[in-house]
């Protein structure tokens, strides 16, 4: 029995050691225990290898906007841990993950006793949801975002209304496979008979297998640029302005979220919750998915922490993530002296992501972080042929050198892992309240 938050919180990430297992006999095995809190709620199922948080975001800005209780259930956090289930946006409290915790702590120490072993950190806070949105706070539906791939995803034990599959990348592929199409079978694992599903997919050998799982269990299945489209796309100096060409035609929707690739998580989200309209329970209407759309926000997706001087993070994390990055910054910013700093963890495609910075960085510097998968600066540098390249030795006094050294006309971007940017963002937010740079 946990007495305080601390004490939760710290058994919670002392399972990080059992590091990831994918499966589901340990998460059936404690839902079982539980009564089956899982089958007890609404919910829609968001995966695919970039996109996700953003796409359950705009989702919970609609739904909530047409008058319903969201919870959602998201990873990493960017800000608390607390985040991870939220209601409306709001991360539940200390209190009650130390009561969470505690339901589910006792099942953990019986399941460790059994030939299944004992659950990871990440099925422990899954199982932690479920019971909370069937038990504690029951909302009118829960978006649950998939951790990992999504076929053996601890989320994937519940029976949504709707499925969406986001744009899929080469990432985790030690773990989900070195192809689009392993990948893409993976992902696909959250596809459920009769359930409608909608996909951003572009690859198209990643497509064909998405096309092909949906096929076989009679899955209806809605494609980006087939069955809807994005068009009269134009960047705004604060998010983006687009027209969505679907189930009905949205002309000017608007967004505060930056880049062309979040109209199509947009979008995405546009479709799951018209097809969510279906059901009798719900009733969305055509302002509630504008005024939704454009209130939408989530932290560390080009989020512009200052103007002067203009501070950009980004939680870009794999190859995709930093195309998209790069592409907006050429965009947007081709006119700046642009100062990239970056920390990854080890286990992605590094070489692919340096050599796409280097080409968009005016300068370059590569910190570490505090994290067992982090990659070491120095070896970040070794992968760097920028002429204009560095090592930071400590990531925080580092990047209050670089907001102290901005000029009028640059840009500083903090990239990278997103356990990182959950460490930046805070730092980055008091340093630049308490020091005020006249530029």
């Known amino acids: ?30 839902m079982e225990k539980l009564g089956h809190p899982e089958l007890k709620m609404k919910t829609v199922h968001i995966g695919g290898t970039n996109g996700k948080g953003s ?45 969470l915790t505690n339901v589910i702590a006792p099942l953990a120490d019986e399941l460790e006793e059994t030939e299944l072993g004992g659950p990871t950190e990440f099925e422990v806070i899954t199982a932690m949801s479920f019971y909370y949105f069937a038990n504690v706070n029951q909302v009118d539906i829960v978006l649950y975002e998939v951790g990992l791939g ?28 070195h192809t689009y199409e392993e990948i893409a ?8 008979a009769g359930i409608p599903t909608f996909t951003a997919v572009k690859n198209t050998n990643a497509l064909k297998v998405i096309k092909r799982q949906a096929k076989k269990i009679n899955a209806p299945l809605s494609i980006l640029n087939q069955d809807f489209s994005i ?15 679907g189930e009905q035609l949205l002309n ?6 930056i880049g062309q690739h979040q109209t199509e998580n947009a979008a995405l989200a546009v479709m799951a919750a018209q097809s969510i309209n279906h059901h009798e329970e719900f009733s969305i209407s055509e302002n509630a998915i504008r005024t939704g759309l ?22 870009a994390h794999n190859d995709e993530g930093i195309s998209a990055l790069v592409h907006e910054l050429s965009n947007r910013y081709s006119n700046y002296t642009i100062h990239i700093v970056f920390a990854a963890l080890k286990d992605k495609k590094l070489d692919q992501m340096i050599s796409q910075l280097d080409q968009v960085a005016d300068e370059i510097s590569f910190v570490s972080f505090d994290f067992p998968r982090a990659a070491e600066a120095i070896d970040l540098f070794a992968l760097s042929h920028s002429k204009n390249k560095s090592i930071g030795e400590n990531w925080d006094s580092h990047l209050a050198k670089c907001i102290q050294n901005s000029q009028p006309d640059s840009v500083l971007v903090v990239t990278g892992s997103l356990y990182f940017i959950s460490e930046a963002k805070p730092y980055l937010c008091e340093f630049l309240k308490n020091n005020t740079i006249s530029l």
């Open 150 to 177: 999504g076929r053996f995803d601890s989320t994937n034990i519940i029976q949504p209304i709707a499925s969406v599959i986001t744009n899929i990348g080469l990432d985790h592929t030690n773990i989900l496979g």
């Open 294 to 315: 454009k209130k939408a926000y989530w932290p560390g997706r080009f989020e512009i922490l200052s103007n002067h001087p203009l501070v950009i993070i980004d939680g």
């Open 185 to 192: 079978f993976e992902k696909a694992g959250i596809i459920k």
């Open 231 to 245: 068009t009269s796309h134009s960047p705004q100096p604060a998010g983006e302005v687009f027209t969505l060409k």
């Open 55 to 99: 796409t359950v975001t705009y989702l919970r800005s609609i739904l909530e906007t047409g008058g319903y209780s969201v919870g959602t259930f998201t990873s990493p956090y960017i800000e608390q841990f607390n985040e991870r289930i939220s209601v409306n946006g709001k991360p539940i409290n200390d209190e009650e993950v130390l009561e």
């Open 1 to 30: 029995m946990f007495t305080t938050y601390s004490e939760a919180l710290d058994w919670i990430h002392a399972r990080l050691r059992l590091g990831i297992k994918p499966g589901l006999a340990r998460m059936e095995w404690m």
């Open 252 to 257: 000017g929707l608007e967004i505060s979220m």
